[in-house]
């Protein structure tokens, strides 16, 4: 079974520029999560999509938006890019099980975002 | 509020030497917890994971970590490093609130491993 894709792998962009990522899940799982890696802030939340519904999301300002397809794909958006907004991109799927209070997250290997 | 701290930024070990990589969590629940590796450039990979029994828990590449309720510490373990262990360490709780979960993570500890 394939793991999570995400694409493209590196992304360069000017400030005030905006971005699309995309996470592909692994099949079956209808659960996809998206973090942000910092050397600053670390690993923090961005938001997490279920059933192409946004469930929750972090601290992060609006600039940062989301969504989830039909088939579990999901993009994020950023929007006006700043500098800060340079840092590897995350995304985690899971496969959601009734009854099981937690389920595992498999993470894809990062979109590398460069602000200029 | 839920956190996990990592108190080791860097650590440095010789080839051949036990290492322990230190973790603390705050979580009011019974915690998932967890242990990923990130080598430089890549994706997370998780080494082991704690849901319930078993305090003392296996993962890939030999490491393994034990739970302490009573410390709130879930320390990574390996009794014999190897040159290919040298990344960094993310130490994780699992939160599973109103229907969803995330992970929050540690700050990592980055391990050099000397020859």
């Known amino acids: 079974k394939a793991g999570v894709t995400q694409t493209p792998r590196y992304l360069i962009k000017t400030r005030g520029q905006q971005v699309t990522l995309s996470c592909s899940p692994i099949?079956?799982?209808?659960?996809v999560s998206w973090y942000q890696q910092t050397p600053g802030q670390g690993l923090q939340f961005l938001f997490e999509?279920?059933?192409?519904?946004?469930?929750n999301k972090g601290n992060f300002p609006g600039r940062f938006s989301g969504r989830q397809f039909s088939n579990s794909r999901s993009e994020m958006n950023v929007s006006t890019l700043e500098l800060g907004d340079s840092a590897l991109y995350l995304c985690?799927?899971?496969?959601?099980?009734?009854?099981?209070?937690?389920?595992?997250?498999?993470f894809g290997p990062g979109t590398r975002l460069t602000v200029l | 509020a839920q956190s996990v701290t990592q108190p080791d930024i860097h650590i440095t070990v010789s080839e051949g030497a036990s290492l322990e990589l230190r973790c603390n969590y705050s979580?009011?629940?019974?915690?998932?917890l967890f242990w990923y590796v990130q080598s430089p450039g890549q994706g997370l990979q998780l080494l082991l994971k704690?849901?319930?029994?078993?305090?003392l828990v296996q993962g890939i590449k030999g490491f393994e970590a034990e739970f302490k309720r009573s410390q709130s510490s879930f320390n990574l373990r390996k009794p014999s490093v190897h040159w290919s262990d040298a990344a960094e360490y993310f130490c994780?709780?699992?939160?599973?609130?109103?229907?969803?979960?995330?992970?929050?993570f540690g700050a990592g500890t980055r391990l050099a491993v000397h020859p």
């Open positions: 979580y009011g629940a019974t915690p998932y």
């Open positions: 704690y849901f319930s029994g078993d305090t």
């Open positions: 985690a799927s899971s496969l959601v099980q009734q009854g099981i209070s937690y389920n595992e997250q498999f």
């Open positions: 994780a709780v699992g939160v599973f609130s109103g229907g969803y979960n995330k992970l929050i």
């Open positions: 999509y279920f059933s192409e519904t946004q469930r």
């Open positions: 099949s079956g799982h209808r659960s």
